[in-house]
C-alpha cells in the first residue's frame, strides 16, 4: 500500500513578530509563504519549511495576538518533531536555552535521541537526530550551519484517551505500520518520504479534553499526490470507517479536505501540487504578502490592519 507521511502541521501563535524570530532566526527554518488567514484575513499565515517548502518539511501557524493559552489534552497533537544531524543535540541545547526557550533534557525515544523543548507561546516540539540528515542539503542561515541545521519534520505525537482507532486510520487510510511500543506510546512510520515518516500515539485515558488556544496545534495534514489520491482516500474513511470529509478546498498553495478522527484530532489530507512557487519564484519565497484572489481588491485593508514586522 502506498504511505501518505505528513504534509504540514498547522498551530496557532500570539505575536507574529516573535513567532517569526523564533522559527526563522532562533530554529533556522526558512519562511517559504506569507500570506493570510482565509478565513479571517486580518490575521497572518506563516509557512516555514525547507528551502523549497517541501511536503514533510513545513510548519505554519496562524499569529492572533490576543489567543488566550491553549491547555494540552486528549484530541490535541502533543508534540511536533524535526529531525536534526546526529550529535547537533548539544549544540542545539545550548543555543535554545540561550535564547530563553523552555528546554527540557534529552531523552532516548525508540532508539533515538530526542530534545523536547518548547517555544514563547507553550507550543511542545523536540528536535531529534536522525543520521541520515547529515547527507541531506539542508537551508542554512549566517548563525546555523549545515551540521546543525533543521531537515524537515521527523513526525508527531498525538495524545489520546484510545489509541486503537487511530490507528486504524494511520495503518489502512494513509499506510503507517506499527514499528515498536514504549509503554503508553505506539510508533507507526511511513516509507518512501525523508520527511513527516513518523506519529506516535500516547494513550492517556483519563486526560482532559484539549483546548485550543495560542501553542496549540490546530491540525496536521497527510500528503496526497494529486486529486485522484486524496479522493480515494477520502472514499476509504467513508466507506471503511463511516467517516465524512469536507468539500475540497483550494488553499492556493495544495488542495485540502479534513475530517476529524476518532480520537479528536482534526486531521488534513492535502495535495502536493501546485506548491508554494506557484506565485513567486522559489529565491523569492516568502518575501512578498500574497493574498488569495478574493482578498486581492481588499489588499490596501488588509495590509494596513496586520500587524507590523519590522
Given at each position: ?10 498551530a ?38 525547507d528551502e ?14 490576543h ?8 484530541g490535541e ?11 547537533a ?18 531523552e ?8 523536547p ?10 528536535l ?12 542554512t ?16 505525537r ?6 486503537g482507532?487511530?490507528?486504524a486510520?494511520l495503518?489502512d487510510?494513509?499506510g503507517?505500520?506499527?514499528?515498536g ?16 515518516t ?25 500528503r496526497a ?18 467517516l ?47 493574498l ?6 481588499h489588499?490596501?485593508?488588509?495590509e494596513k ?6
Amino acid at each position: 500500500m502506498t504511505a501518505h507521511p505528513l504534509h504540514h502541521v498547522t498551530a496557532i501563535a500570539g505575536d507574529a513578530r516573535r513567532n517569526l524570530d523564533v522559527y526563522t532566526r532562533v530554529l533556522g527554518l526558512r519562511l517559504v509563504k506569507k500570506t493570510v488567514n482565509f478565513d479571517d484575513p486580518s490575521a497572518y499565515h506563516f509557512y516555514y519549511g525547507d528551502e523549497a517548502g517541501a511536503p514533510g518539511s513545513i510548519l505554519t501557524f496562524f499569529p492572533w495576538e490576543h489567543a488566550a493559552r491553549g491547555r494540552l489534552g486528549a484530541g490535541e497533537t502533543q508534540e511536533t518533531l524535526f529531525r536534526v544531524p546526529a550529535g547537533a543535540l548539544a549544540w542545539w541545547a545550548d543555543r535554545l536555552e540561550a535564547e530563553g526557550l523552555d528546554v527540557s533534557a534529552p531523552e532516548t525515544r525508540f532508539g533515538e535521541t530526542a530534545l523536547p523543548f518548547r517555544d514563547p507561546d507553550g507550543m511542545r516540539l523536540a528536535l531529534v537526530e536522525t543520521p541520515a540528515a547529515g547527507d541531506e542539503p539542508a537551508w542554512t542561515t549566517d548563525e546555523i550551519p549545515a551540521e546543525r541545521a533543521l531537515r524537515g519534520m521527523r513526525g508527531v505525537r498525538l495524545l489520546l484517551r484510545a489509541t486503537g482507532p487511530t490507528a486504524a486510520i494511520l495503518g489502512d487510510v494513509f499506510g503507517f505500520q506499527e514499528t515498536g511500543r514504549d509503554g503508553s506510546v505506539i510508533r507507526m512510520e511511513a516509507t518512501g518520504a525523508p520527511y513527516g515518516t513518523v506519529v506516535e500515539l500516547v494513550e492517556a485515558p483519563g486526560a482532559m479534553p484539549a483546548r485550543a488556544g495560542r501553542g496549540s496545534v490546530h491540525h496536521i495534514a497527510f500528503r496526497a499526490s494529486d486529486d485522484a489520491a486524496q479522493a480515494a482516500m477520502a472514499d476509504k474513511l467513508r466507506q471503511s470507517h463511516g467517516l465524512q470529509t469536507t468539500e475540497q478546498r483550494d488553499r492556493n498553495y495544495f488542495r485540502s479536505v479534513y475530517f476529524r478522527e476518532p480520537g479528536g484530532v482534526l486531521f488534513e489530507i492535502a495535495t502536493d501540487s501546485p506548491g508554494f512557487a506557484i506565485d513567486e519564484a522559489r529565491d523569492a519565497l516568502g518575501k512578498a504578502l500574497k493574498l488569495p484572489p478574493q482578498y486581492e481588491k481588499h489588499r490596501a485593508e488588509i495590509e494596513k490592519v496586520l500587524p507590523g514586522l519590522g
